[in-house]
């Protein structure tokens, strides 16, 4: 017997005791008006206790047995809800099994019997959509996905696979709302900007794509990638330029050439279509000015030939030889010799023969370069210098009979002036194959 039922049952003794110490009478209680019963007072009142605790007790009892009730119930749809689980696992795996060996249609055969036993089964849901709009079927691939994000609205796979469905529907208003919606849940990452730039871009909407370009700028870690995405800001701003320009709006072209510029300085189109801008609105210093800043950025013959056409219309081309002078003083390899050539074709267009002479044999090896030696030549009859002349466009004869059939590597590109079993440059056997042209030099 335990110390708490020692203590009940000493507790009633002393309160009965109690009673019948103050209440010896008897208690009369009536049943009916001729049934009465007399009692002692302690007994009615143990009596009542005894009453109450017998009540108490079948309710407790009652509502334990409902209670077993219950959780046998609760019992058995775990245990139901368990078998179900396990068995959606196994047809889940058997299905991912099946898309790996590109068995689809089996995989969608398990796929469906997992939503037959869990029709909210959101991944299974997200596989079926994604299958379905792979085959065609767009429609049920956006019923599946839009069900999928009724239970799961913060999935962002689900929500990805709906932007792909209304990409597939050619809807770029609701796939736009779908990555805003992402874009909520996903604020650091630039996937979603990068799509949202795709769906501007389709529409050319370049003033949106710029602002998303922007922010996808600043969220690109690592230098080689941000100045990539950069360059990319500055050709979508130009885009912009581009669509003022066409529209005759030139002062807001020539702010947005500026403005791409600033983004990307390499960028050659924004320097060419800035200068033709300037242009535009009778700003020739303007254009200039922007030619000349675009060649001393990326070394582009287009600009000096731009410069060379303004220079003409103003009467002014011996401003335009000054500047070849100068580009020729600072430039190396290449590109000086092809200014050396723009800049004797210009004294031969001015018909000043003997500085093209000059610039020519000062500058080029005109006996192992082909154009040098017809300018060469044309400079020569201009200046009525007949043998000289001939020679010098004998010696471009020579360089054309030497270099018009040439070897070309069909793998690499690589031209030589003589076959060989493999390539030079890229050790290929048995690529070397004829190849009729004319190098400059």
């Not at 009525?384 to 004869?397: C, G, I, Q, V, Y």
Request: hydrophobic fraction near 40%; charge should be positive.
């Amino acid at each position: 017997m335990s110390f708490k039922s020692i203590v009940t049952f000493l507790f009633f003794a002393l309160l009965s005791v109690y009673f019948s110490f103050l209440n010896p009478h008897e208690v009369d209680i009536h049943f009916a008006q001729g049934w009465s019963l007399q009692l002692p007072t302690v007994v009615l009142f143990l009596g009542s206790v005894l009453l109450g605790v017998l009540i108490a007790g079948f309710l407790h009892e009652t509502l334990s047995l409902k209670k077993f009730f219950i959780n046998l119930k609760k019992a058995g749809r775990i245990k139901r809800q368990n078998k179900s689980n396990h068995l959606s696992e196994r047809l889940l795996e058997e299905a991912e099994n099946f898309l790996a060996c590109g068995y689809v249609s089996k995989a969608v055969a398990a796929y469906e019997k997992i939503l037959n036993m869990s029709p909210s089964h959101v991944r299974v849901l997200i596989q079926l959509g994604n299958i379905a709009r792979e085959e065609g079927n767009v429609e049920r691939a956006l019923k599946l996905h839009l069900r999928a994000v009724e239970i799961a609205p913060e999935n962002l796979n689900v929500l990805y696979g709906l932007v792909e469905d209304y990409c597939a529907k050619a809807i770029p208003k609701k796939e736009l709302e779908v990555l805003k919606k992402i874009l909520e849940f996903d604020r650091r990452s630039p996937r979603v900007l990068c799509r949202m730039r795709e769906v501007y871009l389709k529409s050319e909407d370049w003033v949106s794509v710029v602002e998303v370009q922007r922010k996808i700028v600043a969220r690109i870690k690592g230098r080689e990638k941000k100045e990539k995405e950069k360059r990319m800001l500055g050709q979508y701003i130009y885009k912009s330029g581009v669509r003022y320009f066409n529209n005759d709006n030139f002062e807001l072209a020539i702010t947005e050439f500026k403005r791409a510029l600033r983004e990307n300085a390499q960028c050659l189109s924004a320097h060419i279509l800035l200068g033709d801008a300037y242009l535009k609105t009778c700003d020739r210093n303007g254009a200039l000015k922007s030619w000349k800043k675009g060649y001393a950025i990326t070394k582009s013959m287009a600009c000096m030939m731009r410069m060379e056409e303004v220079y003409k219309d103003l009467g002014q081309v011996e401003e335009m030889i000054k500047e070849y002078k100068e580009a020729i003083r600072n430039s190396k390899n290449g590109p000086r010799e092809i200014l050396i050539m723009l800049l004797g074709v210009l004294c031969l267009e001015e018909k000043t023969p003997q500085e093209t002479i000059r610039v020519i044999e000062e500058n080029t090896d005109s006996e192992k370069a082909i154009i040098p030696s017809l300018i060469l030549g044309d400079a020569y009859k201009q200046d009525h210098n007949e043998p000289k002349s001939k020679k010098a466009l004998e010696s471009a004869t020579r360089q054309v009979k030497r270099g018009m059939f040439n070897f070309k590597c069909g793998a690499c590109g690589k031209i030589s002036d003589k076959w060989t079993d493999h390539c030079s440059t890229c050790n290929t056997f048995d690529a070397m194959g004829c190849f009729l042209g004319i190098s400059s030099e």
